[in-house]
Structures are given as C-alpha cells and as structure tokens.
C-alpha cells in the first residue's frame, strides 16, 4: 500500500521504519527535510508538501508534536486541507486534547475523507517492533478500514470509542507514568544515603508493590537516571513530558476537573527543565529530585 507520513520526529520516524519493513511503499513529509533522509535512502520517496503527500497516497499517517503542528500542517499553505481528499484515509497519532482530534475529524471527513485517531502508548523501540498500543477514537467504518494498518503497529488495538475518546484515554495513560517518574525520585532520594546500586533499587522495587511495568521495561536506563547519567537514547524527553503534562491539565480544566497531583508534578518537571534536564530522556527525571535534594543539603552544609 502507499502510505503517507507526515511528521518524522522519534516516534513517527520509527513508526515509517516499521511500515517500510512491512512492505508498504512510503511517501513522507516533516518541517525539517533532515530528518528524512535515513528513510529515503531506505526506498521511501519525499514529498515536497503535506499536500503532495496525500496527492499521492492513499492513506495517511499523521504524528506531530501538539496542536500548533497540527494546525500548520492541515491547514497552512499546501496543507493538507489544500488537497483533494475523497476516498484518503486519515490515521492521526499525535498527543493532543479531544477537540483538537474532534475538529480535525470534521475538516477531513467533510472533503470525503475517512478519519481515524490513534496515539499510542510505547516508546521508539516497540514502535520500530509493531508492539505498541493503539488508542483508537472513529465510527466503526472507519476503524475498520484502518485496522489492517494499526495492527501492524500495535500489539493491542482498543477502539475507545468515536473521535476524541482516543486521545482521552491517551492522556489518561499517560498520567501516571510522568507522575511515577517523579514518584519514584522522590523514593529514591528517602533511600539513597544507603548507598545501594541504583540497578539494585530498580530490581528490588519492580519486585514490590512500588512497582510498575515501566521498571520491567526501562530499568537499566532509569537506573542510570537515578545515579545522575543522561541516558541514551532518548526516546521521549522532559520537555516532551511537559508538554503531555500540559495538555492533561488543559483537558482536566475543560471538563471541570482539578488535576493537584499533575499539576504539582509539571512543576518538578518545568524546574528540571530550567536546570538543563529537558532534552534528557524522561526515565532521567527519577534523578532529578534526589540529585536536587542533595545539592540543596551540600550548600546548607557549606553555609553552616
């Protein structure tokens, strides 16, 4: 199938290396034309606008960076709005609020177009395995179209509901990772003058109610964050992190519902941030409290 890719950041870099492997034949669109190029040597061809894309695909995937992306690339000049849409498939997987994806919906299906969101909860590597998990907001028509794609995608597929509720359970999912990370920091830091390996303390509490699937999943490069290292490769950074944080509170406002425990955790998140920790990798911040909580000491200590 020809498949367009408009956005070529981490994730949706890996998500075109994994269509290229299943044999779909790519036509790929990102703001900074750099960021093609391993994907083009790959056989994918570049399109010279959003709207070239879709003039030469049949469906399309869109995985941009928040709303303002999204809004550039539909609607800006030779956007995809610009372009004939009837019979294209729309699959979007951006992180973003309900109404955005809602609005969008309307914009493409009223030029003839089937629309389909779907962002996904996994990092770059499962996504370059076709092992993350769909969140999946459309009609049933739609979804049903898109289906044979996202499940090269994802090993789990959950149709949440009609557009919007996808991103709904996005956010949702997303919660209490972010709020872990920070969670966990703050454990570590109660334990650290012990002197015990962070590697240890990864293993030890992934085997303890204060666990999660993420210390399964993560452990080495949290455990590298604990001891203060920036691990490698990032795969979704602190700004990121801030930037999902911020939308969940703008989607909590919406509906009429205070979020304290993720609004206080932005701000851990906006203070690392200040402190040059943003383009870290986001299993980092379980550093960041303790190696701040022993800094502050070390200068009580020097001011005594």
């Known amino acids: 199938m020809r498949i367009g890719v408009i956005g070529l950041g981490r994730m949706g870099a890996a998500l075109a290396s994994r269509l290229q492997s299943c044999g779909h034949d790519l036509v790929i669109w990102n703001r900074t034309p750099g960021k093609a190029e391993s994907l083009v040597e790959a056989g994918a061809a570049l399109g010279e606008s959003p709207a070239a894309v879709v003039e030469q695909a049949e469906t399309i995937i869109t995985c941009l960076l928040d709303e303002n992306a999204l809004d550039e690339v539909f609607n800006g000049d030779r956007g995809i ?46 996504a370059r395995e076709g092992r993350l998990i769909g969140l999946v907001g459309g009609t049933p028509e739609d979804v049903a179209r898109a289906r044979p794609i996202i499940e090269q995608l994802c090993r789990r597929f959950e149709h949440a509901g009609p557009v919007g509720a996808g991103a709904s359970l996005k956010l949702a999912v997303n919660l209490p990772l972010v709020v872990y990370y920070q969670a966990l920091g703050e454990a570590y830091s109660l334990c ?19 666990g999660a699937n993420i210390l399964k999943a993560r452990g080495a490069m949290i455990a590298k964050g604990m001891r203060g290292d920036a691990p490698q490769p990032v795969t979704f950074d602190i700004d990121s992190f801030r930037k999902d944080l911020r939308t969940m509170l703008a989607e909590g406002a919406e509906l009429g519902l205070a979020l304290p425990v993720a609004e206080r955790t932005l701000s851990v998140y906006d203070e690392a941030s200040q402190q040059g920790w943003g383009p870290r990798d986001g299993t980092s911040l379980a550093g960041y409290w303790p190696s701040r909580a022993s800094d502050r000491a070390a200068e009580e200590r020097g001011s005594s």
């Open 81 to 126: 709005l610009s372009a004939d849409l009837t019979a294209r498939l729309f699959i979007e997987m951006s992180t973003v609020q309900p109404r955005t994806q809602r609005t969008l919906a309307g914009r493409v299906k009223a030029k003839g177009a089937a629309y389909v969101e779907c962002p996904v909860s996994g990092s770059t590597g499962p």
């Open 192 to 210: 650290r003058h012990l002197g015990i390996e962070p590697e240890r303390i990864v293993d030890l509490f992934s085997d303890t109610s204060g």
